[in-house]
C-alpha cells in the first residue's frame, strides 16, 4: 500500500514525463519533514546533466496571460493596472490551488502546506523574535498582506473561480498567503530567450502585452546556454539583480530575466556547498531540449547514489533564509546585522535643521548592513579567517581626508570595519556646536562666502571629519549597538542563555514526535519554528557583541590620536 507521499510522488512523476520533462541522473522523493521533497542522484550522467524541464512548464506572467480559462480575464486585469506581474502569478496559485480540476493539481499537491516563515508563526513563536529586525518586518508584511487581500485579492480570485464555475467557492486569507510563500520561496529569476519571450507578428514586431510586463527586466546580450550558478532561488531584497554565472553569446539576440516558477527544479534545497547549478539551454545544443532550463552537476566528481542535490540560494544570511524560504543555518557564514538610526530621532537632535541639511548633501546612508566577514580584517579577526582576509585593507574608506593637513589620516583605518558612508552620517548627528561652525567656515572658503557654487558631497564630507574626526562617530556608534543588543536580549536573555535552550531541547513539528522522550525533554520542547527563531536571534546577538567589541576599541585609538 503506498502511503500519501508516495502516492502524490507517483501522480506527479508521470505528470513530468507527460509534460517532457527529463530525469537523467537522478530523482525526486521525500527528503524530511523541514524539506519536504528533494532531489537526490540516482546513477552517474555522463555529461553531468540530472534534470531536464522545458520552459513551457514554467509559471510565469506570460503563462498566466496564455492559460486558456483564466488568461482573458487576467489579461484585462494587468491591462486595467489592477495586478502586477509578481501579484499576476500569486493571484494564479491561489485560484489554481482551488480549482478541483486543475491541470496543475499533481505539481500542487507536492508543495508545502505550510511553512517555517515568520507570517506561518503562531503568536508565541513570534514573540522569540522580539528585539530581532525580522520582529517588525514579520508584522508589518502580514498586515499589508492582509490589506491587499480584503481589498483587491479576494474580490479578483472569486471572479476567476466563477468562470470555472464555482461562484460560491470561498477564497480565504490562508489561501493567498500559502500562494504567496510558495511565490517567494520557489520563485527563480529565469534568463529567458527574448525570441522565445516575444514571439514576432507578420511584420517582425513584438506581439503583444508581453512587453509591458518585462519593462522592469534586466536585458543583456546572449540566447544560448545561461546560468545561475550562485544564487536560484529570487532575493526579496533585490528581486531582479540575481547574479549570473555566466552568460554565452549567440545570435540569436537578446534574452529577458522574467520571474517563475519551474516545476521539479523548484524542488532542490539549500546548502552551502551546492552540488549543482541550473542553466538555460536555448537552442537545445546542450539538452537536446531547445527552451529548456537543466539541473547541472557541480565539480568533476559524480554524484553519490542517493545523495542529495543542493544548490545554493546565495549567500544569504539567517534573518534573510528565515523571512524568505523558513529556515536557518547554524554557524552561517553569511549571516549580517542590520544597524539603523531611526530617522525620526533626528529632530531631537542638537541644531537638528542645519544637521539635516548637511546630511542630504553628502547624500548620508543613516543604515547599513555589517556582515560577519567584515570581523575578518578587523582589530579581532576570528581565528578560522584567513590571511587574505586579514590583510585587506578598506580603500573605500580612504577619501578625501583633510585639505589643511592639519588632522592626519588615523592609523587605524585599515582595520576599521564599519562603512564609511555610515560614519559620515554618524559624524554629522553627533556634531557638537563649535565643529558645527567650524564645518561652515571650512566650506565657505573652499566655495566662496558668496555661495559662487555648491560644495560636493566628497567635499562636505572631509570638512566634516577634518571637525569632528572619528571619536564622536563612534561614540554614537557604540550606543547604537548597545542599543540593539538591549532590544535583543530583552525578555529572551543574553546568547548564552539561547545556547542552553537550544542544547536542552527537543525539537519537534508537532508535541506528538517527542512522546517517546523523558520529562526533561517535554519541558524543553521546542517547535521547530521556535528553534529557528533562537537560532537566528543568538547570531544576531553574537554579531552584535562582536561589534560592539570592534567599534569600542576603534573608539579608544581615536581618542588617544585625537589627544
Known sequence: MATPEEAKLHQFLQWLELNRAELRGCRIKYSESSKGFGIFSSNHASDGILLVVPLDLAITPMSVL???????????????????????????????????NSSWKPYFD??????????????????????????RAAQLQKKTLQSLFDEKVKRLATKLLTLDGYPERDVKFEDFLWANSIFWSRALNIPF?????????????????SSKIINSATQTNGCGSLSNGESAKVPEYDALQDKVASAASISQGEIVWVEGL????????????????????????????????????????????????????????????????????NDNPDDYLMVHYPVEAIQNVDFSDSKTQLLEAQ??????????????????PPSNSSVEDKDKSVSSQVCNYS?????????????????????NALRTLAMKENELYRVSTLLEE??????????????????IWEACGDSGALQLLVDLLNMKMLDLEEGSGTEENDTKLLEKACTAETPEDCKETSDIAQNHLLSRNKQSSIIYRRGQKQLTRLFVKEAEHALQLALTEEL
Open 193 to 209: 530567450p527574448r525570441c522565445y519571450i516575444f514571439p514576432m507578428d507578420s511584420e517582425g514586431q513584438d506581439s503583444d502585452i
Open 403 to 423: 585639505w589643511s593637513g592639519q588632522r592626519k589620516t588615523p592609523s587605524y583605518l585599515h582595520k576599521l570595519v564599519f562603512p564609511a558612508d555610515f560614519l
Open 110 to 135: 507536492m508543495l508545502p502546506t505550510t511553512f517555517g516563515n515568520p507570517l506561518w508563526f503562531s503568536e508565541d513563536e513570534l514573540l522569540e523574535l522580539k528585539g530581532t529586525t525580522l520582529y
Open 363 to 380: 547624500k548620508a546612508e543613516l543604515r547599513c548592513l555589517l556582515p560577519r566577514s567584515l570581523l575578518n580584517r578587523g582589530f579581532f
Open 262 to 329: 519551474v516545476p521539479g527544479i523548484d524542488f532542490c534545497n539549500h546548502d552551502f556547498k551546492a552540488a549543482a547549478t541550473w542553466e538555460v539551454d536555448g537552442t537545445g545544443a546542450t539538452t537536446g531540449v531547445p527552451f529548456s532550463m537543466y539541473l547541472l552537476s557541480a565539480g568533476e566528481n559524480p554524484s553519490l547514489i542517493e545523495k542529495e542535490i543542493s544548490i545554493s540560494y546565495g549567500n544569504k544570511g539567517n534573518e534573510e533564509l528565515l523571512y524568505l524560504y523558513g529556515f536557518v543555518m
Open 446 to 463: 573652499l566655495v566662496g562666502s558668496g555661495g559662487e557654487r555648491q560644495p560636493t558631497d566628497t567635499e562636505v564630507q572631509a570638512a
Open 66 to 100: 496564455q492559460d486558456p480559462l483564466l488568461g482573458p480575464e487576467c489579461r484585462a486585469m494587468f491591462e486595467e493596472g489592477e495586478v502586477d506581474d509578481r501579484l499576476l502569478i500569486t493571484l494564479f496559485l491561489t485560484v489554481e490551488h482551488l480549482r478541483e
